[in-house]
């Protein structure tokens, strides 16, 4: 299956003539100003100010389009009487840079009618909200064309408002609020934060809509890769509303057939995914009585760590390879086995299992690579699996007793393999379908989310993130998503700060080291000061310090404006860092 060259298109409607009264010759480019999240929005829905002209009246069409209260009135303001009862907008917003422009129609678009203008809007789309809340990225060119009427009281109006919202990203920041729905990974009970959108208006329903999230069931891009604890026929009694007492009441139905610890699961994806909309205790029942026995009410505190198979503990400060060696990041020394001491395996890279106790290397053996996994400290036996070149090997979890997950590497940019453990202790290599990443370009990095349920790709330069779906007998990467695409590029190297976070090193001066959401939505470039460029290799991991490796050594920091500080200790320029997954 090819990737979608396009997300998102706008219908043009195209009208004839020439000329036209009262219009500026073009509005330039404007950038947006920014707005507080969260803005309070005049529920009167004030009318335009009076007498703008036409390039005025798309311009502010556009923006009040970003306010979905009262079936999008704010922007219904600004379309002719016949435009504002009829206009229907689809499900599907496109986001626009907040620079954008709007322009009077040239040649055959233009009309001879006084009393009517085309318009045309030019911006840069940074990409779509999809129906069900998740973002998709797609950098690209936007053209809107709209006919603008001078109606019978001398007011500018648009006749042909476009099937789908289109708004400025600042305005769309003021008026939708991000949220984390979560579900389960696939195989543990590990929570896994799906990236989704809801109107931040009104305050009142917000709560309401996040639970809708989670009883709609993961965004399609998630779909496969995690569990659902909510039965498809689950609903609430009514709305979620606030008690006397101040506790936010979520009554639930269709839950009652459930085990006591699936209805614990169930409440934790509800008390975690309404924790960034609300401080309030949350009120938990079916069908009238609580959804757990002797526990009613809840706060985020009240649960255990859904987190912990995908962090890595604080007893474990990584590694770093260096000279074909393994050595700790904590005290610098070498490690213990072949990997780290005498005249064992030239390494290539590494990866450290997420507990600590399992070590995976990529070393140099007869001119070419080969994959070695075994226990950390002790001899690694190889794996049946060679080739040219071997990205750095990722971890996967599970939540086995013998915690032993997999191992995945790309071989020669081109096959996914996944290296499995057998009941003899041997690893068996397997191949994983990433024929949808493929098209983008050779793969040279991948890294493996630390809960298991998706993938960060360098594939020809340009970062992706891919959902990993996993069926009986194969497991697929699916929905590969390009990150900043026309923005991001040269990217090297890659690694998930947090479960929703990443960040990348590339070769571009003016962002070598950036962070960046797993939607694409936003990215944020670090300092750079004290950097040698270019930087060759990247690492992070919840609750740690970001390493990154350039032709000087190691440098740390902890966010983006600080400045990178030496690391404690010196490996020279040809280190690269990485924490256990």
């Known amino acids: ?84 009862k009829a206009w229907t907008p689809g499900k599907l917003i496109t986001i626009i ?25 030019r911006g840069t789309g940074l990409g779509t909200l ?57 195989d543990s009970n590990t929570v896994v934060p799906d990236l989704r959108y809801v109107a931040g208006k009104p305050q009142s329903g917000l709560a309401g809509r996040v639970v809708g999230l989670l009883l709609s069931g993961p965004s ?8 659902n604890l909510l039965p498809e026929d689950a609903t609430t009694e009514g709305n979620v509303t606030t008690a006397a007492d101040g506790a936010l009441v979520v009554a639930l139905t269709g839950v009652a057939d459930q085990t006591a610890d699936v209805r614990r699961l169930i409440a934790a994806q509800i008390v975690l995914s309404l924790q960034s909309v609300t401080t309030n205790r949350v009120r938990l029942l079916s069908d009238g009585a609580p959804l757990v026995d ?12 859904y987190t912990a198979l995908a962090s890595p503990s604080a007893d474990q400060p990584g590694l770093v390879t260096v000279n074909g060696r393994v050595r700790s990041l904590g005290d610098g020394s070498l ?32 001119e070419r690579q080969r994959l070695r996994v075994g226990q950390f400290g002790k001899d690694a036996p190889a794996v049946d699996l060679a080739g040219a070149t071997m990205t750095r090997p990722t971890w996967r979890p599970t939540a086995t007793a013998d915690g032993s997950g997999e191992v995945w590497t790309v071989v020669d940019g081109q096959t996914v393999v996944r290296a499995l453990r057998i009941s003899d202790g041997s690893w068996v290599p397997q191949v994983v379908n990433a024929d949808e990443i493929l098209q983008v370009g050779p ?11 998706r993938a960060a790709v360098v594939a020809g330069g340009q970062l992706l993130v891919a959902s990993v779906v996993r069926a009986q007998d194969s497991v697929t990467l699916r929905a590969p998503r390009i990150l900043q695409g026309g923005t991001l590029g040269g990217v ?37 000061s004290n950097l040698t460029l270019p930087v060759h290799a990247i690492t992070a991991a919840p609750g740690r310090s970001i390493v990154v490796a350039d032709d000087g050594g190691l440098w740390t920091a902890s966010d983006i404006g600080e400045v990178w500080r030496p690391h404690p200790h010196s490996f020279g320029g040809n280190a690269s860092p990485f924490y256990p997954g």
Request: charged content about 20%.
């Open 1 to 84: 299956m090819k990737l979608p060259a396009r997300l998102f298109a706008l219908v043009a409607c195209l009208v004839l003539a020439a000329g036209c009264a009262n219009v500026p010759e073009e509005s330039q480019p404007v950038a947006v100003p920014q707005q507080e999240l969260g803005q309070q929005v005049n529920p009167d829905v004030p009318q335009p100010a009076k007498d703008l002209d036409a390039l005025t009246v798309v311009r502010d069409f556009v923006r009040a389009s970003a306010q979905p209260i009262s079936n999008n009135a704010a922007a219904r303001m600004y379309l002719d009487d016949a435009a504002a």
């Open 97 to 121: 840079d907040d620079v954008f422009a709007t322009v009077p129609a040239t040649g055959q678009d233009t009309t001879a009618n006084p009393n009517e203008v085309n318009v045309v809007l």
């Open 130 to 186: 999809r129906e069900d809340g998740g973002f998709i990225s797609l950098r690209a060119p936007v053209e809107l064309k709209l006919l603008v009427r001078r109606q019978s009281d001398g007011q500018w109006r648009i006749t042909n408002p476009p099937p789908n919202l289109v708004m400025p990203n600042s305005d769309f920041n003021a008026n939708y609020v991000r949220v984390q729905a979560f579900f389960f990974a696939q």
């Open 220 to 227: 399609s891009s998630l779909v496969g890769a995690v569990r």
């Open 294 to 305: 002797g526990h009613e009410e809840w706060v985020p505190s009240d649960l255990p760590s």
């Open 335 to 366: 490690i213990s086995g072949p990997a780290g001491q005498g005249s064992g395996y030239q390494v290539a890279s590494a990866a450290q299992s997420i507990d600590g106790r399992q070590l995976a290397v990529v070393e140099y053996a007869d």
């Open 443 to 453: 793969i040279s990095v991948l890294r493996l989310s630390r809960d298991g349920a």
């Open 492 to 528: 090297i190297d890659v690694d998930w700060l947090s479960q929703d976070t990443l960040v990348a090193a590339t070769t571009m001066p003016s962002q070598p080291v950036v962070k960046i959401s797993i939607d694409g939505l936003r990215l944020d470039p670090f300092n750079i």
